[in-house]
């Protein structure tokens, strides 16, 4: 029974390890929660980099839910990528993540806003914490890109 418990913590505790893994800051000698910082691209629009930076609590059961993101062009995005994504209200995940062994999981979800030609990244988790559900946004405009198309012209009056 030991073995199975101290297995189970292993393999959470190595759960959190991820290659795009970039940052790791301890928040104290008397913690064992780390602000962790990761670097994800998006697969339809590589011209994209995302950082999210959350809470980790390593030999916890659960795993706060505050996190941010900042995203920003780091690559060519084309007329091309904007095409093949996903232009409904709703956006599409493009990255998930489980946060705790209790079905906690944050993901990144990619909104397309055609009128300001701005890409949004939403990160949130999907399990309600005290009360609320945390979140953070960042964008990426398109402007300045090969996939901006200039506004129609309105005539003057």
């Known amino acids: 029974m030991k073995k199975a418990i101290l297995t189970g913590f292993l393999a959470l505790s190595l759960a959190g390890c991820s290659d795009n893994e970039v940052g790791d800051v301890s928040l104290g000698f008397f913690t064992t929660k780390d602000i962790k910082v990761a670097s994800l691209r998006d697969d339809k629009i590589p011209g994209v980099t995302c950082h999210v930076a959350s809470i980790e609590a390593d030999l916890s059961f659960s795993d706060p839910s505050d996190s941010s993101i900042s995203c920003r062009q780091t690559g060519n995005i084309t007329q091309e990528m904007i095409a093949s994504i996903d232009k409904g209200d709703a956006?599409?995940?493009?990255?998930?993540?489980?946060?705790?062994?209790?079905?906690?999981?944050?993901?990144?979800?990619?909104?397309?806003?055609?009128?300001?030609?701005?890409?949004?990244?939403?990160?949130?988790?999907?399990?309600?914490?005290?009360?609320?559900?945390?979140?953070?946004?960042?964008?990426?405009?398109?402007?300045?890109?090969?996939?901006?198309?200039?506004?129609n012209q309105l005539p003057s009056s």
Do not use: C
């Not at 209790?102 to 949130?124: A, E, G, W």
């Open 91 to 151: 956006g599409e995940v493009v990255f998930k993540q489980s946060k705790s062994i209790f079905f906690k999981t944050m993901k990144v979800r990619r909104i397309y806003d055609p009128k300001n030609q701005t890409l949004l990244y939403v990160s949130y988790t999907t399990k309600e914490t005290q009360g609320s559900f945390k979140h953070s946004l960042s964008t990426v405009p398109l402007w300045g890109t090969s996939a901006y198309i200039e506004p």
